[in-house]
């Protein structure tokens, strides 16, 4: 079977910089369903279209198609005194983005006497990214995925 819309694709990936320094290796296949529902890079899904089991695939994704550009706009300095006595460097936490309003993961990069320095960048934003994948199995997704938008553990739905 070929990778096609509304088909679940499972590969294996790696994830480098452009200097090929490795950031994520799967330990065992990761699943997606293929069409536009979100579920991996859409470079790498274009890039998928039409492969089967056993080959493999190259794409380069620039920051755009990736994580984004670095916004230093999400980077805040925050009093000391907003955050437990616990908080450390690489610390993360839910919060609101100024302008956007929506729901970011903030990360704790540095602490200085009163300060706390958190940016809601993700931590690829703004790094052109080498992925390689070959593809382990590819199915015809179920109706309830497909209802869904995801794919389904072996024994149904799960969240």
Known sequence: MEVA??????????LSDTDGKLIEKTEAPIEYLHGGYDGIFPLVEKALAGKSAGETCRVRLEPDDAFGEYDAGLVHLEPRNKFPDTISV?????GRGVESGSTLIYTVTNIADD?????GNHPLA????????????VRA????????????G???HHH
């Open 90 to 94: 690489g610390m993360q936490f839910e």
């Open 126 to 137: 703004g790094k052109a990214l080498d992925f390689i994948c070959t593809v382990a199995a």
């Open 141 to 152: 997704a179920t109706k309830e995925e497909l209802t869904h938008g995801h794919v389904h």
């Open 5 to 14: 819309k509304n088909t679940v694709v499972s590969l294996n990936y790696e």
């Open 154 to 156: 072996p024994h149904g």
């Open 115 to 119: 300060k706390v320095v958190v940016d």
